[in-house]
């Protein structure tokens, strides 16, 4: 037997660096789909009545002021379809989807740098400063990925507030937002209501565990904003299957107070565990990842993601990711088999 079906015999390769909701699909998605299999056979509603009742009740918004779409990269697109801006400033480390959505768009991009010294945290003053009469969009992301920091509601008020006095649009990505401990106190979706600058968008990929359904959802309270939108978009963008899965979803409580208090849990021993280590520097989490500095000289990403891919294995390596080098690893926490064979892997060889 060679090695490559020894080790996929042993282990079964779990992907660290999805960042997936260990629990993986709901019951309620399952169900669903499987009760309305022959709604393939039809072509969506176009109003979209329950899906949207859904998501309003989910995220306390008003059903005015939902937009929906086939995952963040569709929405993040639609924004800079009908706004063009010009100069799109983004955070650095960050998501590297938002530079390469509004460059597409021949925007130009301009890099907020958070500081390796103080892990990371973002400093809102110092990033309202820097906010120029120029920019037409600013983007974020609540939790940060890949540095696992969350950013207060106050905090993105008084971002939201210097933007609207430059007016500058604010879109706040909340992709991770449910994974962080008492989510609702730092959502940005109430303060929607007093902010026509202002847009929060949500994917259900990673919380939910499914990203092959394809959907994500924006909330913004401007009325010329959402009657472009409502001309720019398809009516029925969003396939049937999809809209009576998330509809479900929403719904599933038992899922979603379980998914917080397994990965609130996992969080706080992995940190623990891989803490004892005196090199490596860990960026304390705060949503269901964690950003890694590795201190050896010797040691790399790709040393440590060849190391761990043996025992199956899967890390983010983030050498490719601007503010970072090939001495951070970012990882996700899964079950607690799985993150005791990850910890104890990685502190084999950092």
Known sequence: MNPSQLRITQYETVLFNANLNPKGIPSSVRNAIKENIDSIVKYPDIYYTKLKSAVSSYVDAPLESLVMGNGLTDLLKLFAAFILPKKVMVISPGPSEYANVFTSYNSEIKYF??????DFTLD??????ALTDDLDIVIISNPNNPTSKKVSQEDIKTLTEACKAKN???IVDEMYIEFLDDYLDYTSVP?????????????????????GLRFAYAVLNNPEYKEIIDRFTTKNNIASLTAIAVT???KDQAYIEESQSIVHTERSLVYLAMSTSKTIRLIKPDANFMLVKLLKDDVTASDVAAHCNQRGIIIRKCDDIRGLSNKYIRICFMNPKQNDLMVNTILEIV
């Open 168 to 170: 500058i649009f604010l």
């Open 248 to 250: 479900e979803m929403f």
């Open 124 to 129: 809102i003053n110092k990033l309202c400063e």
């Open 113 to 118: 740098d958070l500081g390796e010294e103080n």
């Open 191 to 211: 303060l929607t209501k007093d902010y026509s600058n202002l847009a929060i968008i949500r994917s259900v990929s990673k919380f939910f565990a499914v990203p």
